[in-house]
């Protein structure tokens, strides 16, 4: 079993969709969660981060933290073609910089 | 405010040589960490330096190593190269957490190694 697992996708979604991605980690000591989206041929940028369970918004997204069923979602609202990219989700113990990344999923937003 | 910079952006070596690979991080930062991405699996964490040190280090081969001079600027080594080292090498600096940092990481553009 991976530590951090995605769906590698792709995930296809019309334009103005909801885009739901999620992600489950084995490690119950992990404490930070965040999401990164990288462009082909970028490198990884933080869309956002998460520490207590529950929703946390930001724009059109929103993380998503269930700790207790070990799982952490990211929410892409009125999806845009510009959101195609490979999502990362990447999870650490605290108290460390040793992140733990999922493969990804790749997103395909449909015009 | 620069970013983070890696050095040589591309390169092409054959087995058994060694490569050294450069990061200068964000102005400010102390950690920088470095991840080896292929597309099968993914960013693996290869070790994280603080002042010098290495706090963390990941599950690879010791032909793996890296240091950090007193400036934050990093380096890595990879000795022997296998054909299974080709991948793009990113670097990543942050700020320390104890400064009230989020633990965001930002990457710099990656070296991108080809091993023939």
């Known amino acids: 079993q991976k530590e951090v697992e995605q769906n590698s996708g792709p995930l296809s979604v019309p334009e103005g969709a909801i885009a739901s991605l999620n992600c489950t980690y084995s490690?119950?000591?992990?404490?930070?969660f965040f999401w990164y989206r990288q462009y082909s041929g970028k490198s990884p940028e933080l869309i956002m981060f998460?520490?207590?369970?529950g929703d946390k918004e930001d724009g059109r997204f929103t993380a998503q933290l269930n700790k207790a069923s070990q799982y952490v979602s990211l929410l892409i609202r009125d999806s845009q073609p510009s959101d195609s990219a490979t999502y990362l989700c990447?999870?650490?113990?605290?108290?460390?910089?040793?992140?733990?990344f999922g493969t990804g999923t790749r997103l395909k937003v449909l015009a | 405010k620069a970013g983070v910079t890696q050095t040589p952006r591309y390169l092409i070596k054959t087995r058994g040589q060694q490569v050294t690979l450069s990061c200068s991080p964000i102005?400010?930062?102390?950690?920088v960490s470095w991840y080896q991405q292929t597309p099968g699996q993914g960013l693996q964490f290869l070790f994280e330096?603080?002042?010098?040190?290495?706090?963390n280090k990941g599950n690879f081969p010791g032909r793996f190593s890296g240091r950090q001079f007193s400036n934050s600027r990093s380096e890595m080594n990879v000795s022997t190269l296998e054909l299974g080292d080709s991948a793009l090498y990113l670097c990543a600096s942050s700020l320390d957490g104890r400064q009230g940092a989020t633990g965001e990481l930002f990457f710099g553009e990656g070296s991108r190694l080809t091993v023939l």
């Open positions: 102005s400010g930062h102390r950690s």
């Open positions: 330096y603080f002042s010098e040190t290495q706090r």
């Open positions: 990447a999870v650490n113990r605290g108290g460390t910089y040793k992140y733990i």
């Open positions: 998460i520490y207590s369970n």
């Open positions: 490690d119950r000591g992990s404490q930070s």
